[in-house]
Every structure is written in C-alpha cells, then in structure tokens.
C-alpha cells in the first residue's frame, strides 16, 4: 500500500505536463512569496533551499531577485524537477535535487530556505518546519506558505447544505500555525473565479491537488451534480484560499530583545532579571538620559554583578532623555543605525531597546525597524494594571505585521489574573512571568524575581517564538 507522501509524489509527477497552465493559485502564491522574502533580506542570500518546487514559478522569481545565488531546488516529483529544469535552461547556479522536503538530504548551511504550497501535504507540517528551520545559517531566514483554515470554504460550504463532506483536506488556523512553529504568520486571502463548478474540479486535477483527505469517502455521481450545482449557484464557482505566510530568521547569536509599549515601564530591571537568569551578555545600542543617571549599561552592572566582559558598550550615548532621534538631533551627532549588527560573544544576549516599539531611531529607522534587522525574538515589557491590555495587544500587532517573533510577554505591577488571561487569549502568546511591585529593586529583588523566568534553553526550544 503507497504512503500518503508516495501518493502525493504520484499525483503530482502526473500534473507536470499542465501544472503551470492551471496552477493560477501557485502563480500567486510564489510571485507574493518572492516579494516577501526580497522585502525582508537583510543581505542577497548566497544559498537558497527551496521545497517543493514543483516546475520553478518560485524557483523562476528567486533567479529574478538573486541571481548570483546558488539554488537548490527540490521536489519529491522527478518530472516536477525535469520541468523546472527546462524552464530554467543554462542556468549553471541551479542545483536540482529529488527528495522529501519533510526531511531532504541536504547539510545545513542555507541562507535560505523557502517553500511555496508544499507544507500542507506533509505528514507533519510542524515537525517539517522546524527541520526546515535548523537548516538555515546564521542569520539565514525560513519563509514558507502554506494553505491555512477557511480555504475552500464556499466548495466545504456547498457539500454540506447538501448534506455531504468535502474531501478537500483540513487546513491549521493561523494560531495553531503559530503554536506548532512558533513562527510568526500572516495571512491573506486570494479568490479564483470559475466558469463553472467543472472546471475549478479540472483545474485540482490539472496541478495534482485533487488528492482527498485520508478517511474520505467519494461523492456519488448524483451527489456530485447537486454539490456542483450549489456551488456554482450560491458561491459563482469561486474558489477562495487563506494563504499562510511563516517567516522565522535564525539570529547571528542566541538572544532576545526586550522592548515595552511604553517608556518606564521597567524594560531595564526586566532586563537585568533575564541577564541572572540566563547568565547573558547585554546590550543597550541606544542610550539617553545621561545627563540625569548614569545609563542603564552601569545599572545592569550594578543589578547583576555581571561580568564586564558581557556588558556590551552603547552604540550611542546620548545626555538629553529624548529619544534618540531628537536627543542626537539636540547634540548634532548624525547617526545611521542600518549599520548596527549584533556583538559577537557567546551564550544568549539581552538587547535592550528604547522606549516602546515605534520610536524612531533616525530619520529613517524605528525600534521595530532595528528589531526586524536584528532577528531577535521579542520580550515585550507591559504593566500589569488598567490599560495594559489596549497597549500590549497594540504593540504584539505592530510586531505581527512586520512578521517579528515573539518570544512572550513580561506583566509589571500588581498582579491581575484578569489582564493576563486576557492578553494570553487576544494577543495569542505567553506571559513568560509576573513581577509585582517591589520594596527592593536592587540585587536582592532580581536575584529572587529572576527565579520565575523559563530557562533560555525553553525559550529556544520553542523556537523562540510565539508570533
């Protein structure tokens, strides 16, 4: 008996001789997919190591974009590969590759690795991302698409005024695509008109996606007509898709950065209890307010007894307590912070930022731009008491759109069972630790409140994430 993914694998070998005249949807999905992962290169990727890349519609745009990248492209289909192969003529940086992108036989190294509609048929959508994902270099970035809940919906919908089920398969919702990958998604929704119910059946047929979910049984041929009939009557023959689109970026080193959704809302004591817990370097690129306190740098020293060693310098010291745009602007000092880069070192880094998630930088970045640029995942630092739910679901959407990971969030103030359940449910991610108020915010208090921390080994196990 064939497994589902020999199944698959003969479905689609038999698609490649049409697929590209019927595969509108694929067309898309790959030129979105491209721009996406153009728009978030920190720099042109040398390796890239697509999955599934059935006769190249991605492969194609990737050449576009980078086109002094070495590509490997693979597919479990051979004729898919002969496809993309032919397209693609003379092209001596592209590696063509037979195997399974749940586990290909490849090394890791990959500056990136991408997928275009291939992970809703594996076995183990979840298991294949984060295989995919220990696969990337250092800074190398996981960008895939997949088919998400609420896909056919209108085709679903039309089965089941008539009393019948769809055999099209079941698609994750966007949080439990979150949850498993601890990834960061988004989602869109692209709809294809039909001239008929007909002919949306031929074109599943035509690129091999008429494969149904295991369990299902066929629709009689009566069944069938009325099924057709509903939808090309309630629905046009339109066929709408929630696309999914995971991004995940491997950092330079391990680390996270803290950020709030506001000023004094204690990011550096939370900081300084992340640096104990974890024994980490830290790193405060922007500082002002030196004119009233001595920085936050000293602080953490002082907080902590961290060794100097792992105290990473300002990359800006600034005296007025303004943000660093308007306080650099008051000194004169012209600053470009596209430059940044992470310091090197070893163990996890705590990066602190300045102010909330939209503060800008320089006339041209923001924090969230610095965080983006980074690949960190985000600690967002949020009071615990009245208003805290507003800010906090405001500032994780502000991440989401920009595809940020979010590695949790840290509740300071009083503790409120209510606003923590709330933020956890609305805002889809995890409240790594309360910390109330404290009579002794010195040594002492973080010593004891670094206690309620997760190990960093969880927060990296998880994927470092919850976007």
């Given at each position: 008996?064939?497994?589902?993914t020999?199944?698959?694998?003969?479905?689609?070998?038999?698609?490649?001789?049409?697929?590209?005249q019927?595969?509108i949807?694929?067309?898309?999905?790959?030129?979105?997919?491209?721009d996406?992962?153009?728009?978030?290169?920190v720099?042109?990727?040398?390796t890239i190591?697509?999955i599934?890349?059935?006769?190249?519609?991605?492969?194609?745009?990737?050449r576009?974009?980078f086109?002094?990248?070495?590509?490997?492209?693979?597919?479990?289909?051979?004729?898919?590969?002969?496809?993309?192969?032919?397209?693609?003529?003379?092209?001596?940086r592209?590696?063509i590759?037979?195997?399974?992108?749940?586990?290909?036989?490849?090394?890791?190294?990959?500056?990136l690795?991408?997928?275009s509609?291939?992970?809703?048929w594996?076995?183990d959508?979840?298991?294949?991302?984060?295989?995919?994902a220990?696969?990337?270099?250092?800074?190398g970035g996981l960008h895939?698409?997949?088919?998400?809940?609420?896909?056919l919906?209108g085709?679903?919908?039309?089965?089941?005024?008539?009393?019948?089920?769809?055999r099209t398969?079941?698609?994750?919702?966007?949080?439990?695509?979150?949850?498993r990958?601890?990834?960061?998604?988004?989602?869109?929704?692209?709809?294809?008109?039909y001239?008929?119910?007909?002919?949306?059946?031929?074109?599943l047929?035509?690129i091999?996606?008429?494969?149904?979910r295991?369990?299902?049984?066929?629709?009689?041929a009566g069944?069938?007509r009325?099924?057709?009939?509903?939808?090309e009557?309630?629905?046009?023959?339109?066929a709408?898709?929630?696309i999914?689109?995971?991004?995940?970026?491997?950092p330079?080193r391990?680390?996270?950065?803290?950020t709030?959704?506001?000023?004094?809302?204690g990011?550096?004591?939370?900081?300084a209890?992340?640096?104990?817990?974890?024994?980490?370097?830290?790193?405060?690129p922007?500082q002002t307010?030196l004119d009233?306190?001595?920085?936050?740098?000293?602080?953490i020293?002082a907080?902590?007894?961290?060794?100097?060693a792992?105290l990473?310098?300002?990359?800006?010291?600034l005296?007025?307590p303004?943000?660093?745009?308007?306080a650099?602007?008051?000194e004169?000092?012209?600053?470009?912070?596209?430059?940044?880069?992470l310091?090197?070192?070893?163990?996890p880094?705590?990066v602190?930022?300045?102010g909330?998630?939209?503060?800008?930088?320089?006339?041209h970045?923001?924090?969230?731009d610095?965080?983006?640029r980074l690949?960190?995942?985000?600690?967002?630092?949020?009071r615990?008491?009245?208003?805290?739910?507003?800010h906090t679901?405001?500032?994780?959407?502000a991440?989401?759109?920009?595809?940020?990971a979010?590695a949790?969030v840290v509740?300071?103030?009083?503790?409120?069972?209510g606003?923590?359940?709330?933020i956890e449910?609305?805002?889809?991610?995890?409240?790594l630790?309360?910390?109330?108020?404290?009579?002794?915010?010195?040594?002492?208090?973080v010593?004891?409140?670094?206690?309620?921390?997760?190990?960093?080994a969880?927060?990296e196990?998880?994927?470092?994430?919850?976007g």
């Amino acid at each position: 008996m064939l497994t589902r993914t020999r199944l698959v694998a003969r479905r689609f070998a038999g698609a490649a001789a049409q697929y590209e005249q019927a595969a509108i949807l694929q067309r898309l999905v790959a030129a979105t997919l491209a721009d996406r992962i153009v728009a978030a290169c920190v720099r042109p990727p040398a390796t890239i190591l697509e999955i599934g890349c059935g006769t190249g519609l991605l492969t194609r745009a990737l050449r576009r974009a980078f086109p002094e990248a070495l590509i490997v492209a693979t597919d479990i289909a051979p004729s898919m590969l002969a496809a993309c192969r032919a397209a693609m003529p003379g092209d001596d940086r592209l590696l063509i590759l037979a195997t399974d992108g749940q586990a290909p036989a490849v090394r890791p190294g990959f500056d990136l690795v991408c997928s275009s509609l291939a992970l809703q048929w594996f076995q183990d959508p979840a298991g294949a991302w984060h295989a995919l994902a220990g696969l990337l270099s250092p800074g190398g970035g996981l960008h895939l698409a997949t088919l998400a809940d609420g896909s056919l919906f209108g085709w679903q919908e039309s089965h089941r005024a008539e009393g019948e089920t769809a055999r099209t398969a079941l698609h994750p919702t966007l949080a439990v695509l979150r949850h498993r990958t601890g990834a960061a998604w988004q989602q869109e929704r692209i709809a294809i008109a039909y001239p008929d119910g007909l002919s949306f059946l031929s074109g599943l047929r035509s690129i091999g996606a008429d494969l149904p979910r295991p369990g299902s049984r066929p629709l009689g041929a009566g069944a069938l007509r009325r099924v057709l009939r509903r939808f090309e009557r309630e629905h046009r023959s339109v066929a709408d898709y929630a696309i999914a689109y995971g991004r995940h970026r491997r950092p330079v080193r391990d680390g996270v950065f803290v950020t709030g959704t506001d000023t004094g809302i204690g990011k550096t004591f939370i900081s300084a209890c992340l640096v104990a817990a974890w024994s980490a370097a830290y790193w405060k690129p922007f500082q002002t307010g030196l004119d009233q306190d001595p920085g936050d740098t000293e602080t953490i020293a002082a907080l902590t007894g961290c060794d100097p060693a792992r105290l990473h310098p300002p990359a800006l010291a600034l005296r007025a307590p303004l943000s660093p745009e308007d306080a650099a602007a008051l000194e004169g000092i012209a600053f470009d912070a596209a430059g940044l880069a992470l310091p090197q070192g070893q163990g996890p880094l705590v990066v602190e930022g300045a102010g909330g998630v939209l503060v800008p930088l320089d006339q041209h970045t923001s924090t969230i731009d610095l965080i983006d640029r980074l690949g960190l995942p985000v600690v967002l630092v949020a009071r615990s008491t009245l208003g805290t739910i507003n800010h906090t679901l405001l500032s994780l959407g502000a991440l989401r759109a920009r595809g940020i990971a979010i590695a949790g969030v840290v509740l300071n103030g009083p503790p409120s069972p209510g606003n923590r359940a709330a933020i956890e449910r609305h805002g889809q991610v995890r409240v790594l630790a309360e910390i109330p108020w404290s009579d002794d915010p010195g040594p002492a208090g973080v010593a004891r409140f670094a206690s309620l921390f997760p190990p960093y080994a969880a927060i990296e196990r998880s994927g470092a994430a919850t976007g």
